[in-house]
């Protein structure tokens, strides 16, 4: 071969290897489970590849439920039963059931969470915590009062909880109003200003999780304000930032009939999904946001039209994704496991609980979706991830779901609890990689 057809080859080599497609990284599998879903995944619907299993049923009324690190699942209760708030269950089998049940605990409530191996649980009234103790299936029952201090309410009275792991707790005080009007859900009533309730409400406190027997007021930092009601709240902590998904007002068509159709009535105002550094303000009462618009306008309790901004709401939080109306989002999880497959890896799961004021319309929500993030920023619009738990008719009322989800926690394998609180059944959701 002489020079010429040399170079020539070996240009055509040259050209080939750089031609060739790169090789994309293959995606990180998913941890393979020995659990079998139930063959009708207790009733709900889940994307291929998941499965679910009734772990428990006929609880009462399961709200917010945590994991300790054996894999026993601690559920609360949000009214008690039989005087008892808290439930512990162990899977002593691995069948993916709970075999084993014993409660303890007055403390009823929406409030729940696992840190320096203590239990805490909030009543609407106070924090508690429990020391865990070795591989027993109950803490130390004796408890010991980490917050007390918070005015009894009619509505918005859970105290949702979570921590940084830096040494914080972070409470949720809801407002006990819709839109702080001077006469309580009246037609036509204008909202007080400035708002008195945004001095003890309508915002999540911080505290040292490490300290017994603080004041509400005393001993907290208001961390954000302008917050109507949260009931889902999570740490993330991929980028350390409180995150929190908030309840919406109610009943504009109902109170200014004038200004807002039954159908905007429906939609509006949208569920926010806020990322909340300290300092944040969600705008209630003065504000309310419109997902359509994508912006915030001014209430109609305070001279708003449906589309007037003014400097009350120019400065406040925007959401980071909005949600429809009145869907009554109740528990958010940040996942870090590795069951699912790598795009789940980081995500967000929020539980909602169902609207109840979409009239004359069907009623609407009642399922967990999943929001896409990477590296701390969400990537992708959310999808629904669990759904039929209202059965196979649609609904007027929410008394009529057969299930309204409430709760989220991961098992030590990644596999995801949900709970519902109108029988008290908690599924297992599980990813086999087979369908369903």
């Known amino acids: 071969m002489n020079i010429l057809n040399t170079l020539t080859l070996l240009a055509g080599l040259f050209i080939i290897a750089c031609s060739s497609p790169k090789k994309e990284t293959p995606e990180e599998p998913a941890m393979k489970t020995s659990l079998i879903a139930d063959t009708d995944n207790g009733g709900i619907t889940l994307p291929d590849g998941f499965g679910a299993i009734v772990a428990a049923d006929t609880l009462g009324r399961a709200g917010h439920m945590v994991t300790k690190p054996n894999g026993d699942l601690i559920v609360q209760l949000r009214d008690a039963k039989n005087g008892i708030g808290i439930l512990a269950m162990r899977d002593s089998d691995e069948d993916g059931k709970f075999e084993m049940k014993e409660t303890f605990s007055g403390v009823a409530g929406t409030g729940l969470g696992i840190y320096n191996d203590y239990l805490y649980a909030s009543s609407d009234t106070s924090v508690h915590r429990f020391r865990l103790t070795n591989n027993s299936l109950l803490p130390d029952t004796t408890g010991e009062l980490i917050i007390s201090g918070y005015p009894k309410q009619s509505q918005h009275d859970t105290k949702s909880l979570t921590f940084d792991g830096q040494g914080h707790i972070y409470v949720n005080i809801g407002a006990p109003s819709n839109a702080c ?15 008195p309730l945004l001095e003890h409400h309508a915002g999540i406190w911080q505290y040292n999780a490490n300290t017994p027997n603080q004041d509400a007021y005393a001993d907290g930092n208001r ?156 990537s992708g619009d959310y999808e629904i991830f669990a759904s039929g738990f209202v059965g196979p008719e649609p609904v007027k009322s929410p008394g009529d779901a057969l299930y309204r989800p409430c709760g989220l926690a991961m098992a030590p394998d990644g596999s995801l609890y949900i709970s519902e609180d109108q029988k008290g059944r908690i599924w297992r959701v599980i990813y086999n990689g087979t369908g369903t």
């Open 181 to 195: 009007m001077e006469k309580v859900r009246t037609p036509g009533s204008p909202g007080m200003d400035p708002c």
């Open 223 to 378: 961390y954000a304000t302008g917050l109507r009601n949260v009931v889902a709240l999570d740490w993330n902590s991929a980028d350390n930032t409180l995150y929190a998904v908030q309840h919406g007002r109610d009943q504009l068509n109902q109170f200014f009939p004038d200004m807002y159709t039954t159908e905007q009535s429906a939609e509006l105002p949208s569920e926010e999904f806020f990322r909340l550094p300290e300092g944040s303000n969600g705008g209630w009462p003065y504000c309310y946001y419109d997902g359509q618009k994508e912006k915030k306008v001014l209430m109609p309790e305070y001279g708003g039209d449906g589309e007037m901004v003014t400097e009350k709401c120019e400065d406040k939080t925007l959401p980071i994704m909005s949600f429809p109306g009145h869907v009554a989002p109740n528990d958010l999880l940040f996942y870090t496991g590795d069951m699912f497959p790598e795009k789940y890896r980081g995500g967000a799961f929020i539980a909602f609980h169902g609207s109840w004021n979409r009239g004359p319309h069907d009623q609407y929500g009642f399922f967990v979706v999943f929001v896409p993030f990477t590296n701390g920023n969400i």
